[in-house]
DNA sequence: ACATGTTGGTAAAGGAAGTTTACCTTGGCG
DNA sequence: CGCCAAGGTAAACTTCCTTTACCAACATGT
């Protein structure tokens, strides 16, 4: 097995866990594309073009993204006060509430994988991986 | 850090790395839902619906997939002699080297890991994550 | 034998999501 | 003041998956 598909298989899992548990919760539009705004850390406070280069995707996307969780009610672009023609991103108290619901379904995937794997291996996971994270592999 | 981050941008980092090296070794027609066919273990010898299934994806998207490799030359789809209406993708000469070119970009990969995290450490990443595999968390 | 259902495969149309292209606004600078 | 770069937005296009529909080859029941 090559660590290719071990890491690939296991991240989808966790991702459709996300997706799915977060509909359950009463948060039916969030779908595939907008998760890219969810990810660590979130949008609050951020720019349109930020959030895009740390996606991965162009800042026109981004902008389709943010439109459609805009009009749904999670955040709302302003003005930025100072810095010309910047805008900010803002949740609102819904997308805090589904940014907080991600976190604790983060929480309750990594307790089942504590119980499965014993906390010991489990903490050596997260170690190893950290590495890997904090590596130039992952550039 | 939590888990979902750790083990989705290494697998994301993966994946880029293997399309761009295919495609700067020649292959330059595969592109990322063609990966959906050379997950292990390669398609050669198998079943559309097979396929589809184990890509996750229906009938229809994997035979859109399949023609357009059928046009590029990766494979062919035969009649399967024996068993009815079943048809059989075989790898052609060129698509049995991108298969093979995809596997030496993993163990390029994973040697680069090893040398990166100690040849011990990187065993024990990988020993926990076919733990992970085989237990009911990532189904 | 033959009508019917099931399985496997394919094709066309529709929709979701990202990129390319183009444009507007703001502020910096000669 | 005129020009340009940066940031943001919008429209058109492309890609790729799903939905819907259909066809062919067995299997089965009567």
Redesign the interface.
């Known amino acids: ?11 989808q ?3 459709r866990r ?1 997706i799915g548990d977060l509909n359950a919760a009463g948060f039916t539009e969030l779908r595939v594309p907008h998760m890219a705004i969810f ?2 850390p979130g949008p609050d406070g951020e720019r349109p073009g930020v959030l895009a280069e740390r996606a ?1 995707i162009s800042k026109q996307a981004m902008n389709q993204v943010l439109r459609s969780l805009e009009t749904a009610g999670y955040l709302e672009r302003s003005d930025a006060p100072d810095h010309g023609r910047a805008r900010i991103v803002r949740l609102t108290r819904r997308g805090a509430m589904a940014y907080a619901t991600i ?1 604790d379904i ?2 309750d ?2 307790h ?2 504590a119980v ?2 014993g906390p010991r ?1 489990f903490g ?3 170690t ?6 904090e ?5």
Chains 1, 2 share one sequence.
């Open positions: 097995m090559l660590i290719g598909a071990l890491l690939r298989v296991p991240a899992a966790i991702h996300i990810q660590y991965g976190h983060l929480r995937i990594e089942q994988w499965e794997l291996a050596n996971l997260k190893l991986l950290i590495r890997v994270w590596s130039p592999l992952v550039r």
